[in-house]
């Protein structure tokens, strides 16, 4: 069964940065695109970005040019590094195996495997 373990999370004031990591487990990562997405107080949870095993990345047009995505196949780990950070994007970040659609730009979760999420605030 899939399972991740998300991390980095905290306080951060308008235009910091903060570096989240997920650590997956039970199913062979280097074999999926994985993604972050995020939840924010009474909203849909959204997808926020992903990559695939050999690198190629997306993202959702509100973060591009902040946000950057990567991971490390050995170590079966994502980080997505967040700079110029904004309150609207205070929500809680999750990671899971996706699939990519590159012609819309959008990666969809694969089945429901969450994990408990960080918590990113952005405030003042």
């Known amino acids: 069964q899939m399972q991740f373990v998300e991390s980095g999370g905290g306080l951060v004031q308008p235009g910091g940065s903060l570096s989240l990591s997920c650590t997956a487990s039970?199913?062979?990562?280097?074999?999926?695109?994985v993604g972050w997405f995020r939840q924010a107080p009474g909203k849909d949870r959204e997808w926020v970005s992903c990559i695939t095993p050999r690198g190629t990345t997306g993202y959702v047009d509100l973060v591009k040019g902040r946000f950057t995505i990567s991971r490390d196949n050995v170590q079966k780990t994502v980080h997505l590094q967040m700079r110029a950070l904004k309150p609207e994007d205070t929500a809680d970040y999750y990671c899971?195996?996706?699939?990519?659609?590159?012609?819309?730009?959008?990666?969809?979760?694969?089945?429901?495997?969450w994990g408990q999420g960080t918590q990113v605030t952005v405030s003042s």
């Open positions: 899971a195996a996706t699939v990519y659609y590159r012609d819309q730009n959008e990666c969809v979760p694969i089945g429901d495997y």
């Open positions: 039970g199913f062979n990562m280097e074999n999926y695109p």
